[in-house]
């Protein structure tokens, strides 16, 4: 596996794999109209460029060494400042915004590393704490980022279309 940064070359394929793992993961959820409009919102290679051009988010991804294309198969993103800010009492927190594998890919380490080198990106930036959101459904993903000390801090909602899941925001201190 290489880890590496993102580059604006990577947009249509980070696009791709962000639509791609979203829907593995939660794509049941929604009506096809809410998934598709969510999907063309977020997802789509010119808002991944303008991510990744911007000042306000970091990506670091994953590409599968042994594929010759060299396929994205998962990724990481922080968001600075996060949109959290109000849930915590850390002065300069920072957001954890993805961290999402293809599902042929989970439980091999991929997610680990990433979320290492995340808390290491915080700390050396000076933040002070990391938030995410979380479905609050997804207990496999809470576990992880409970391993990691990470607390449940709020309940929060997620928009997907019309429809609004509830999330739980999550904190680790630093």
Not at 53 to 76: I, K, M, P, W, Y
Request: aromatic share 12%.
């Amino acid at each position: 596996m290489i880890y590496r940064s993102a580059t604006l070359a990577d947009a249509p394929a980070l696009a791709h794999l962000g639509a791609e793992t979203f829907v593995a993961a939660f794509g049941d959820l929604y009506t096809p109209t809410d998934l598709a409009n969510f999907l063309a919102e977020v997802h789509n290679a010119d808002a991944v460029a303008g991510e990744i051009a911007g000042d306000s988010c970091t990506h670091r991804l994953v590409e599968d060494a042994n594929d010759n294309g060299g396929q994205l198969v998962a990724f990481c993103k922080l968001r600075y400042p996060t949109k959290f800010g109000d849930y915590t009492e850390a002065k300069n927190p920072i957001e954890l915004g993805q961290l999402y594998a293809l599902p042929t890919h989970t439980g091999h380490g991929i997610g680990a590393k990433l979320m290492d080198w995340a808390l290491a990106h915080a700390r050396e930036h000076g933040h002070d704490a990391v938030l995410l959101s979380v479905y609050a459904e997804n207990f496999g993903a809470q576990r992880f980022y409970q391993r990691y000390g990470f607390a449940k801090i709020a309940d929060i909602t997620f928009k997907v279309g019309d429809h609004y899941d509830p999330e739980y925001l999550y904190e680790l201190k630093l």
